[in-house]
């Protein structure tokens, strides 16, 4: 069955450290994989994805993501955190059935930034 | 252009009453997935809809349903209300190409409160 896993459920870094958000997941087919963040009371902002081609992929806001699939993992990182980072942070699998599709979300990452 | 819009943002219902939230999808977009959202569950798909028919569901009781007009804006339905369906429900539309995935914008979502 499909699934993500996101190890780390609370992170706590310093602001202008590094950081690095992990994800595993498993799926039999190419997967396509996403990273999504949420602030408090908000929807889902899509950070990156990625579909084929280049394993690094770069997004908004300075983040970027590694596709390993040899060790079925999409990691996600920053080389400086701001304080405004602080949020929840979502990996997913995009699943295809036919003509349907759907997301299938890792339990979530919460970030906090000290000052 | 605009985004996804959820109405109404916040709700507070009883048990045993039921519920019916709204999602406008980004025009152009005739796809759209509905997602719950729980502190104990996580992020979990509840159903898609296109063109006017339901055409994938997830893990739900049959309480959960929902439906898609011509314009592509949805309604889910929640009858029977129970405390458990506390939760943020988050809508998201797509273009849903025939071929590959296609990435899946979210909306702000409805809190939905059970007393």
């Known amino acids: 069955a499909q699934s993500v896993t996101q190890p780390d459920i609370h992170i706590t870094v310093s602001e202008g450290a590094s950081l690095e958000l992990r994800c595993n997941y498993s799926?039999?087919?190419?997967?396509?994989l996403f990273w999504y963040v949420q602030s408090p009371g908000q929807g889902l902002q899509l950070l990156l994805k990625?579909?084929?081609?280049?394993?690094l992929v770069q997004g908004i806001k300075g983040f970027e993501a590694e596709f390993k699939r040899s060790q079925s993992s999409f990691n996600l990182r920053k080389p400086s955190v701001h304080w405004s980072d602080a949020a929840e942070y979502f990996c997913?699998?995009?699943?295809?059935?036919?003509?349907?599709?759907?997301?299938?979300f890792g339990q979530g990452t919460t970030l906090q930034v000290k000052p | 252009k605009a985004g996804v819009t959820q109405t109404p943002r916040y709700l507070i219902k009883t048990r045993g009453q039921q519920v019916t939230l709204s999602c406008s999808p980004i025009?152009?977009?005739?796809?759209v997935s509905w997602y719950q959202q729980t502190p104990g569950q996580g992020l979990q798909f509840l159903f898609e809809?296109?063109?006017?028919?339901?055409?994938n569901k997830g893990n739900f009781p049959g309480r959960f349903s929902g439906r898609q007009f011509s314009n592509s804006r949805s309604e889910m339905n929640v009858s029977t209300l129970e405390l458990g369906d506390s939760a943020l429900y988050l809508c998201?539309?797509?273009?849903?190409?025939?071929?590959?995935?296609?990435?899946?914008?979210f909306g702000p979502g409805t809190r939905l409160t059970v007393l």
């Open positions: 997913a699998v995009g699943v295809r059935s036919g003509n349907t599709g759907k997301l299938i």
């Open positions: 809809y296109f063109s006017e028919t339901q055409r």
């Open positions: 998201a539309s797509s273009l849903r190409t025939s071929g590959g995935y296609n990435e899946q914008f």
């Open positions: 025009s152009g977009h005739r796809s």
């Open positions: 990625y579909f084929s081609g280049d394993t």
């Open positions: 799926y039999g087919a190419t997967p396509y």
